[in-house]
């Protein structure tokens, strides 16, 4: 089928170096948005073309002159002092080592005794306010200690320099920019004032379509070390929406006493790795309040000018919370976000509540990318090969890039690299039309602590960069993000009270103790009596890493008679294991090399009456079903993504659901590449995910129709109620 020749759906960013080229790349492309971006301004001459204009609006930033004039406003963040032994019965603990002075500054203008705390992390115990003082000048906390034990500091700070800012002005070889300050807009003054200010910039700016809000209030967790390196990175942290003011209002709404513990949480920070506290669940609850009550104020002054309002997903997103039930209550029109791969459009496009969703395809146009040495078009065509099979299940309404178009414009072949993306994205929805792909008649659900608040979120440090140690996550989540496959996202709790009787598969994984495995939660007799019986009476159950995992009673995988393998910790070699291998099984009837399991876990070994090994690594298992009543399950050491991988969770997911036979409803046999099909418009799309030409067959209601031979990364559309 021939490509359509269509225009739109794409936002290009601008300088004001860049007017005739980006008129010219506008017509190229057939941009109907132009925008621009941190470190650049959208040129007068601009003002005029037949495009959509957005602007970026910083709500807590570039304007020193009123956080300087009202330090007290100026934001903050919960730090954690270095852990430090004691030797005697009095120690002094520098509060600002290892911490940037540029951008961080100790809070001595709100009481250390009422907001900062002292803990003897040898016994977990709070030190008593009365056993420790703040000298300023030396900016060192002394203790009364125990001689031997460990102690921390936590203690509020000023952010003096905005972290995004830093981080641009680093990563860009930025000069003279001077460290823009960043105010907090909850408080009465700043709010008051940054409302007044948006007035006036609506006014000042009528040929503004957009204002792309960058976002609304606090950014993420992004804390430098004194040497400008990144010390800690928490996309989801909210390590710096804190301050007295909010914290007393918090105090009041929660009806408890706040502690900085449930910050800086032992010093993890919260992060999405941990099984969130009550009180730190209670603490993102009231924040979603506040924020989409003030974010809403704003979204409807930009409204009462005629204006679009959109929010950047990034920076300061921390407490929009997309998929939370408070955000609709903003009133956004449109979403903006990095994709870096499918789980990250997945992010964007199913949010709810807003009339629109916009990718920001990476990479960015940056100088640490467009340099000697550099790969932007391999990095677009790796990004692209992820993002297109996801937006063939749930598209994103536009995409758009970011950065200096100058790097893109002059760097030989990358233009056309954007070009052919955008005419596929186009075409995906020229052919569907609006309507839904295919998924097989059966939901799977992925069980974590964070269910469907997180949902396709909680796997990222930021632009779509993932932790080298969680291939036993991220790589079901990649998998998931572009199969014909209804995925829910569910809590622990959720289980226990009953689960939509459509869900037939349910995924657990992730390492031991983690947010994503569970940890202490499977303790509960209710939570494993709830799963056993979901598989019992004929669910499917698949667990990949450690799975259900918690040393108790005996056993490390608690849902081990359900799964057919445990982890051997030592406490059980005197017990022999008698395990031998038969990969002949539904699973693996397509793979054709070896399976990758990443790092995978070590010493897992089969047990019970009911297990078959498909694959293992000397004595012990990587792969293993088992059938558990009438049901099923899979365990996987572990699941990078690849495009053989997603084949086999796919048919590990027909096979735990009983649904073997429906499998080739619509099915492509290479496992490199996949199909997607929309039945009201009846087109499909055969997807090659790989930079080598391929040969598939194309097989409808189980019978062979077609074999098709695929370009590197082609796209092919079939009219299949015509010409099949």
Known sequence: MKDCNLTGRLTLPTDVDMVSETIRLKNL??????????????????????????????????????????????QQEYLISERVTAKGVSLRIPLMKGFHTQQLKVNTIDDPKRWWEVIDRTTGEIVSPDHWHYEEAAGEVVIDTTPYHQYTVSFLAFLIWDPVHMYNFITNDWKDAPHQLTFDVRQPKTQAYVKEKLKRWCEENPRVDVVRFTTFFHQFTLTFDDQKREKYVEWFGYSASVSPYILEQFEKWAGYPFRPEYIVDEGYHNSIFRRPSKEFLDFVEFQQIEVSRLAKELVDIVHSYGKEAMMFLGDHWIGTEPFGKYFANIGLDAVVGSVGDGVTLRMISDIQGVKYTEGRLLPYFFPDVFTEGGDPIGEAKDNWLKARRAILRSPVDRIGYGGYLKLADEWPGFIDQISHVVNEFRQIHEHMQGSKSYTAP?????????????????????????????????????????????????????????????????????????AFSGGENWKDPDLVCALRRFVDEG????????????????RFFQLSDVLGVDRELGFSL??????????????????????????????????????????????YSRLVVNEYGRGRSVYFAGLPYSPQNCRILLR????????????????????????????KTGMLAVINNTKEPKKTDLYIEGVLKASLSLQPMELKWISY????
């Open 442 to 514: 059966f939901k799977v659900a992925v069980l974590n602590s964070w269910g469907n608040l997180r949902r396709w979120m909680a796997n990222q440090v930021h632009h779509a960069l993932w932790y080298r140690e969680i291939y036993s996550y991220v790589g079901v989540l990649e998998a998931l993000s572009g199969m014909p496959i209804d995925v829910e996202f569910i809590t622990f709790e959720e289980m226990k009270q009953g689960i939509d009787p459509a869900i037939r598969v349910i995924i657990n994984a992730g390492d031991a103790y983690t």
């Open 29 to 74: 492309l057939g941009a109907d948005a132009l925008r621009d971006c941190d470190g650049t301004d959208m040129p007068e001459e601009l003002l005029s073309q037949d495009a959509k204009i957005y602007a970026t609006y910083y709500t807590t930033r570039k304007d020193n002159a009123w956080a300087e004039a009202n330090p007290e406003e100026i």
């Open 721 to 724: 109620k015509e010409e099949l």
């Open 652 to 679: 590990a997911i027909y096979y735990a659901a009983h649904r073997e036979e429906e499998m080739k409803k619509y099915y492509v046999s290479d496992v490199e590449t996949e199909i997607a099909v929309f039945e």
């Open 539 to 554: 669910g499917g159950f698949i667990g990949v890493g450690e799975p259900t995992a918690c040393q108790y009673q005996g």
């Open 574 to 619: 005197s017990t022999d294991k008698y395990n031998e291998l038969n990969r002949e099984h539904f699973i693996l009837e397509d793979v054709t090399g070896e399976i990758d399991f990443g790092e995978g876990k070590s010493r897992i070994y089969a047990q019970g009456e009911h297990y078959q090994i498909l694959d293992m690594d000397g004595q």
